[in-house]
């Protein structure tokens, strides 16, 4: 017998055009989760600046009408604080998502005093909905631990998803990929690629990873940075210092298909985190990113990147600022006789959105029986 379509009232803060990882996840999981259920969308798609605004529309929209729906998600746990009228007006199931930023108040700038008295009045307000949300699904199991830190209960454990990506991935295929970045960029045949893709800010370990660890590479490796942040200059007085100019290329953004191309064309991906205070790193989509497309992973072990890099699947994680284990972890994957398909399929089954879609729907079931 079919199952009855749940009604669920799904909101979030973050929605494209809106970039960003909350952003991905809330497109990823609204839509697939429309194709199973029915769901009503209430979404902030103009980020900060929109944020007053979608406040109120959630606030009055769950007093008056969440009585027509089965339960009511929230992207994140500030969102539940917009909801609240759902739970304590109509009775109804709430469960929220935790990314690990959510938990935390991050103020750019080094105002010491401001930050740690808005920090003290953000963890006030994240506060409450422990109290009147049903569920708590953190996004790792790193995400997790900080939530119980911080007195917040779980149960279970959904990893974001990826959308599938529609190429089978070759070996013929990566050796095109690779052929077309070494004839671009001039590099040596000889040399493997190695690519760091994403936003160049501290926890990321950029800047660590080249001052400490590439030097040590820089005969056997080329190193391709793709992206941007306000850590750049940094990585640029460190190329320097250390005359890397020939073997690290820096691109700034790149366009969809150069991301792509980079992905399927570079040897290994290189997620070299770092601990910060307060700058947590949930899960490590773009580890997901790049194995989706058959490239083996090499990670920090730290926080959420350890839900996302799955020894020996997808890649090898090494010990948190230990240059001599990330260097052994390196050439240990270079070693590999890798299997660039197999790990393509085991990304795109094991973090689909499909399958991000279905466990949700299968949580909400459990919660409403």
């Not at 006030?124 to 209960?153: C, R």
């Not at 090494?318 to 284990?325: I, L, R």
Request: net charge positive.
């Amino acid at each position: 017998m079919k199952k009855k379509k749940m009604k669920i009232l799904f909101i979030t803060r973050s929605f494209p055009p809106t970039i960003g990882g909350m952003e991905n996840f809330s497109f990823g999981l609204y839509t697939h989760l429309n194709k199973i259920e029915k769901v009503k969308l209430i979404s902030n798609k103009r980020s900060y600046m929109g944020l007053l605004p979608f406040s109120i529309i959630t606030f009055v929209y769950t007093l008056l009408f969440s009585y027509k729906y089965d339960l009511v998600y929230c992207n994140d746990i500030l969102t539940c604080q917009f909801a609240f009228p759902a739970k304590i007006f109509h009775r109804k199931p709430m469960i929220s998502t935790l990314f690990g930023l959510d938990l935390n108040f991050v103020l750019k700038g080094n105002v010491a005093f401001i930050t740690k008295m808005l920090k003290r009045i953000y963890r006030l307000v994240i506060y409450f909905p422990k109290y009147y949300v049903d569920e708590f699904i953190p996004i790792s199991q790193g995400t997790a631990q900080l939530a119980k830190n911080l007195g917040i209960s779980t149960s279970r454990i959904i990893n974001p998803g990826i959308e599938k990506t529609k190429l089978h991935i070759t070996k013929s295929m990566k050796k095109e990929a690779a052929k077309k970045i070494r004839n671009r960029y001039k590099f040596d045949e000889r040399k493997k690629i190695l690519l760091f893709l994403g936003r160049i800010i501290k926890r990321k370990g950029l800047h660590w990873f080249l001052e400490k660890v590439f030097p040590k590479l820089r005969n056997k490796y080329q190193f391709i940075v793709a992206g941007s942040g306000k850590e750049i200059d940094d990585v640029k007085r460190i190329i320097s210092k250390y005359n890397l100019h020939k073997n690290v290329n820096l691109l700034g953004r790149v366009s969809n298909e150069l991301k792509r191309t980079l992905f399927v064309g570079s040897d290994i991906f290189i997620l070299p985190n770092i601990k910060v205070n307060d700058h947590w790193e949930g899960f490590g989509m773009v580890a997901i990113e790049a194995s989706k497309y058959g490239t083996p992973v090499v990670a920090a072990a730290l926080e959420g990147i350890t839900s996302s890099v799955i020894p020996y699947r997808n890649g090898l994680l090494f010990e948190p600022g230990s240059e001599k284990d990330c260097i052994e972890k390196i050439n240990k994957v270079s070693q590999w006789g890798v299997d660039s398909c197999q790990i393509s399929k085991f990304t795109n089954s094991q973090y689909s959105n499909e399958r991000l879609a279905q466990l949700y729907s299968k949580a909400f079931r459990s919660i409403l029986s």
